[in-house]
């Protein structure tokens, strides 16, 4: 099929709207009237039906070129941002002259006011610059500006006074009058958990964009913190917090970038944004990047922001702008976006994903955006330029499905809002984040100093940073038992009973999440012994909790989503009699308000996919991340660690071999320049920066394996001052990683001349020990000559994996049977290392069974193992039917692989270990277990959390719940002996499971075992397109021409084709000779038939090759790059198979052979990337 041309637009900055002065100018102006035209489309919004056709714009390109900001490498004041700035800062640390004043901003201020906090006078520096401004911009007025002293409110103190002592929450008692008021106040998109793999999600995509319905959307993923902002009061929030430098640094960069968007005008525009979002209840949420609060990829050579979601909050479930409303938001606003580009064909989305298949390994921010703005049917740049603000180092894309009319919405918003201009450009701008950071070296003189050069029109006060200081300074933490009362109280409205029930759903179920309260300084006037307000945060700690939130939300539809980034307002008061039978009367009859969005329900509509690229993995999981197992535990453990994460990554074999010997070299560089002090992983670029770009520096393969390097910017003098965790939480290098999906493709041997350790991720009673004795005594071991040895762990004393590792050295090609249970991640890391070690392979061998979604093992398994450890006597590790705390022990042991699901469990020791034997436990066929047991159980693990919640991993026989733990041991006992002839009839009989467990073993060492892998497409293998040819029938055509023709006969007779010819393709286009987005654009064929015409065999007297064509699929012509296109047949001594190419030229000479085939013989190949 043809395809017309793309037609590019191009915008200038000049081509503005005019932008009123009056706030009735706003964005619901413009949405009320756009939307006439063309619906919201959410992010996460249904698509449309399949019936509807779509718009007419599908094949143009709109290419928007916003002004050159800045020059790459320069701050936002235009100043470069160097080695040479930076040593000025760190030389005149005091230079800033931030100082109290008297000064006021002229903008508006909220009507509550409250006290501002100043900072200690400081002395500027002889001669130093005053770049200090005021009068520029109506934000600042001379130094960072205090307010003057206001007389404490008596009242409110005292009020106060008793609320942090615990008066006021402790005596507010629930009752029939208790009402609650939960209203989100920031929040950021949802997170929904793909569970199908990466290439399922790719294959659907293509799918519904050649179905027309819909279209796949890609964009930038800038290397960051989240950071949300509500307005004043509403709110500054990170992805977990508030109130601490993550979100001071938001507001300073979120105001800068105010000033340079509006110049004078900023003052006016920072109080017109607050106002809007406070009156609107609307929320931004941002990407920020910074040098200040830790190193990820790169260290950006500006500090900036670009949002990422627009939110109304409104008083229901949040709604979410599509991006064409957030860059039309944005423009009006003049606030920073994305890039973003729109693919709404098959050609243009298919080629998207070769393209990033193309680069992932070696892509920088150059490479992939002129890649991806060929081949996207819109291409949206963003007003931050990646390259310049950022670096070249880029984190990756997001790609999801939106609706097919998002094309036709971006195309009318660029239209409408072309790129505005920046008129704080040329200006001073006062201090850069660098700079006050530099001058302030605590975290609190930092927030201070940030706060007061953000301004008082765009922060009038820091009661979310520092409380009330009239009231002295009181924890921001409420007590726990806010969340119980919150629950315990009727719902004021639906939006409270939706955010009940998911809090209810969350404790009841046990998810990995806490639920921190904090006193609301906002709402301090409001604040008496019958209303307590309180600010909310959801944090979820791991990404299982929102895998199983998700699960819940399919049985129950009506849930609201878990977001990311969960903020809330929440009240607690009382009403009086009158008022209480009503609103009891509102709350039980409560109905949702609003229409429910059924696209979160939708699989279609939340398929996403995060595509990240090797040059920034390499910083920050193998360098960063490893800094860790590097220090703690040596070379061979960070090796068995990087070896292990570019598996998981199907990181190709050449690349691993690349970064193997360069990550050998760094870790002897960094051991012995630091010896065994650990490098800080927030500062560990620089270190590394300068490693990396010597290392770059020796070959053109290091600089494309580098990718960037060089041009570091020092943070050590103005790196803020973070007092806790990393906000993100990307620092644990294991929780960045999705299991792969299982299936069959591949085959991994044994070597019969390493060693073999089979060990044990089981619980007792899984009947490790008599398995091990079983193996012994086996005729024949494994069905090779290797040795078999077992160590029981019950009888060794001290370090048992030491003495194993011992043994192996001892005993290097034997098989050794480590009878001890392998719990945990720290346990497998210990024979990862022995293997790399002592030149060994490792099987886990893990008992069958179905797990929970928390756990690999069932209830039904534990009560196995727990009736088997009952029924022991005299064991040698004193866990029998005689031990006080038998249950307890078990259930210690059970809660060592908590959080994670079976598929989680066996994908992870698949992946480090590459296979897996699996020991039949229970009959599949089995009645359910008896009520008793489960509950006995279930009481159980109820008790150990309790216990464990309190005291940690004391001892059950001391502690708060010792009579508990009687009573509970002796019933569990009863009930398992009681039911002793169900627990026996439904466990597989162990002959039968031995004689499993044995053939398993013996395929695996034998090299027979097809290893589950991962369903993605091997990252980094596509360097070339081209089409596959059956080799019978080229070789069947050879003969055919040896037989017609004399002088092919004689050229192929001591030549044995067979042997030669292992692969037969006609090469299309090839990334290094013609770029990345030739290569791409054969993706629309990819896996299609495509018929080849043969028309000459050309050979000399070290070359043969068949000149072809390929022909056409469903009407469209596949024309290679190549200028002779051919397939290559051998090629002798000292020529390569690219030397081919010259066959037409040495015809010419007279040193090759051709004889045409005429008619041309078709033989039809299958079009891929190699």
């Not at 803020?720 to 085959?747: F, H, M, N, R, Y």
Request: with cysteine; net charge neutral; aromatic share 10%.
């Amino acid at each position: 099929m043809s395809v017309s041309p793309r037609i590019v637009y191009s915008f200038t900055p000049k081509l503005i709207l005019p932008y009123l002065s009056s706030s009735s100018r706003t964005f619901l102006h413009f949405h009320s009237r756009f939307l006439n035209t063309f619906s919201t489309s959410l992010l996460f919004s249904p698509l449309m039906p399949n019936n509807q056709r779509r718009g007419g714009y599908k094949e143009q390109k709109w290419q928007v070129r916003p002004s050159s900001n800045n020059a790459p490498g320069s701050s936002s004041n235009g100043e470069p941002v160097c080695a040479a700035t930076t040593e000025a800062i760190t030389n005149h640390l005091n230079s800033l002259n931030i100082t109290e004043s008297s000064a006021q901003s002229s903008a508006p201020v909220a009507s509550l006011q409250f006290r501002s906090v100043g900072l200690a006078p400081q002395s500027p520096v002889q001669h130093q610059k005053v770049i200090w401004k005021p009068k520029s911009y109506g934000t600042v007025s001379g130094a960072p500006t205090v307010e003057a002293e206001k007389a404490p409110n008596e009242q409110k103190t005292a009020l106060l006074s008793k609320l942090f002592k615990g008066n006021l929450l402790e005596n507010f008692t629930v009752d029939n009058s208790t009402f609650s008021r939960a209203q989100v106040r920031a929040t950021f998109y949802p997170k929904f958990e793909n569970e199908k793999s990466d290439q399922e999600i790719r294959t659907r995509m293509i799918e519904m964009v050649s179905k027309g319905l819909a279209v796949v959307e890609v964009s930038l993923k800038h290397s960051g913190s989240l950071f949300m902002y509500a307005g004043h009061p509403g709110g500054a929030y990170a992805k977990n917090s508030f109130g601490n430098i993550y979100t001071a640094v938001g507001v300073f960069v979120l105001g800068r970038m105010f000033r340079e968007a509006w110049g004078t005008q900023a003052s006016k525009k920072q109080a017109e944004f607050n106002e809007f979002l406070e009156r609107n209840r609307m929320c931004i949420s941002m990407e920020l990047v910074t040098a200040v609060l830790g190193d990820h990829g790169q260290r950006p050579r500006d500090d900036y922001a670009v949002v990422t979601a627009v939110t109304e909050l409104g008083n229901g479930k949040p709604k979410f702008y599509s991006t064409p409303d957030v860059i039309a938001f944005c423009r009006e606003w003049r606030l920073p976006t994305n890039h973003v580009w729109l693919f709404s064909t098959r050609k243009s989305v298919t080629s998207f994903f070769a393209a990033f298949d193309a680069l992932c390994e070696e892509g920088t921010a150059t490479s992939v955006c002129h890649a991806l703005d060929e081949v996207a049917d819109i291409s949206v740049p963003g007003s931050k330029d990646h390259i310049k603000v950022q670096g070249e180092i880029l984190e990756g894309l997001v790609a999801r499905m939106v609706k097919r009319e998002s094309s036709e919405h971006m195309e009318q918003v660029l239209r409408d809002f072309p790129p505005p201009p920046l008129e704080g450009e040329g200006l001073d701008l006062g201090p850069t984040l660098r700079e006050i950071c530099a001058a302030n070296r605590s975290e609190t003189q930092q927030i201070k100093a940030l706060l007061q050069s953000a301004g008082t029109a765009f922060c009038p006060n820091y009661l979310d940073w520092f409380g009330d200081e009239d009231s002295a300074s009181h924890s921001k933490n409420a007590d726990q038992s806010v969340v119980s009362k919150f629950l315990q109280s009727h719902p004021a409205d639906f939006s409270t009973k939706k955010i009940q029930e998911m809090v209810r759903l969350m404790r009841e179920k046990r998810f990995p999440a806490a639920f921190k309260c904090h006193y609301n300084f906002h709402k301090v006037n409001d604040l008496s012994s019958d209303n307590l307000p309180f600010k909310m945060v959801i944090h979820v700690y791991s990404d299982s909790g929102f895998r199983r939130y998700q699960k819940e939300m399919r049985h129950q539809p009506g849930l609201w989503p878990l977001y990311r980034g969960f903020f809330v307002d929440l009240d607690l008061f009382k009403v009086n009699e009158n008022k209480t039978a009503e609103m009891v009367g509102s709350s039980n009859q409560m109905v949702k308000h609003e229409e429910e969005d059924s696209s979160l329900a939708d699989e279609d509509a939340n398929l996403m996919v995060k595509l990240k690229f090797l040059t920034y993995k390499l910083r920050t999981f193998l360098i960063r991340n490893g800094l860790s197992t590097l220090f703690k535990e040596g070379p061979s453990a960070y090796k068995a660690y990087y070896l292990r994460q570019m598996k998981i990554w199907n990181t190709s074999a050449a690349k691993q071999r690349e970064l193997s010997k360069m990550l050998d070299e760094w870790a002897v560089y960094i051991r012995r320049k630091y010896g065994n002090k650990p490098l800080s992983s927030s500062t560990y670029l620089s270190e590394a920066e300068p490693f990396l770009e010597q290392y770059a520096k020796r070959s053109p393969q290091n600089q494309a394996l580098i990718g960037s390097a060089g041009n570091l910017v020092r943070v050590e003098d103005f790196m803020a001052i973070v007092e806790g965790e990393d906000e993100e939480g990307d620092l644990e290098p294991t929780k960045d990683i999705a299991p792969s999906s299982p299936s069959i493709s591949t085959k991994d041997m044994v070597a019969k001349n390493e060693g073999l350790i089979v060990f044990f991720p089981g619980i007792p009673g899984c009947a490790k020990s008599a398995l091990c004795k079983e193996i012994l005594n086996a005729p024949g071991g494994l069905g090779d000559d290797r040795p078999v040895h077992s160590l029981m762990g019950d009888l060794i004393k001290g370090r048992y994996w030491q003495k194993v590792s011992d043994e192996r050295r001892r005993k290097p090609y034997s098989i050794m049977l480590a009878d001890k249970n392998a719990p945990n991640e720290e346990v497998w890391r210990q024979i990862e290392n022995m293997c790399l070690s002592t030149k060994a392979s490792a099987i886990p061998v893990i008992p069958d069974s179905e797990g929970t979604e928390t756990n690999p093992y069932s209830v039904d398994a534990l009560a196995v193992f727990m009736f088997r450890v009952l029924h022991r006597v005299n064991h040698p590790g004193n866990l029998d039917k005689s031990s006080p705390n038998a249950g307890y022990v078990m259930l210690m042991f059970y809660h060592l692989y908590d959080g994670k699901s079976r598929k989680e469990f066996e994908s992870e020791l698949i992946e480090r270990f590459g296979s897996l034997v699996r020991m039949p436990l229970l009959k599949p066929e089995r009645s359910p277990l008896p009520e008793s047991v489960r509950s006995i159980i279930e009481e159980g693990i109820n008790l150990y959390k309790l216990h464990t919640n309190k005291h940690g991993r004391l001892e059950s026989t001391k502690g708060t719940y010792v009579k508990e733990w009687i009573k509970w041991e002796k019933q569990l006992r009863d009930i398992l002996l009681g039911n002793e002839d169900y627990l026996n009839s439904i466990q597989v009989p162990f002959e039968f499971a031995v004689k499993d467990v044995l053939e398993q073993l013996k395929v695996i060492a034998r090299g027979e075992y097809a290893a589950p892998t991962s369903e993605k497409r091997k990252l980094g293998s596509i360097v070339f397109a081209a089409i596959s040819l059956p080799i019978p029938e080229i070789l069947g055509l050879l003969n055919d021409l040896a037989q017609k023709d004399p002088k092919t006969g004689d050229f192929l007779k001591d030549k044995s084709m067979e042997k030669y010819i292992q692969k037969a393709h006609l090469t299309l286009a090839h990334k290094r000779s013609h770029g990345v987005t030739a290569v791409a654009n054969y993706g629309s064929f990819l896996h299609q038939k495509v018929p080849v015409d043969v028309r000459a065999l050309l050979f000399s007297d070290k070359l043969a090759a068949l000149e072809a064509e390929p022909g056409s699929v469903e009407g469209e012509k596949v024309n290679s790059k190549n200028q002779w296109p051919h397939v290559t047949l051998w090629a002798g001594e000292g020529v390569t198979a690219k030397d081919a190419n010259t066959l037409p030229q040495l015809l010419s000479q007279g040193k090759a052979t051709r004889i045409d085939i005429n008619p041309p013989v078709t033989i039809t190949g299958t079009l891929e990337f190699f």
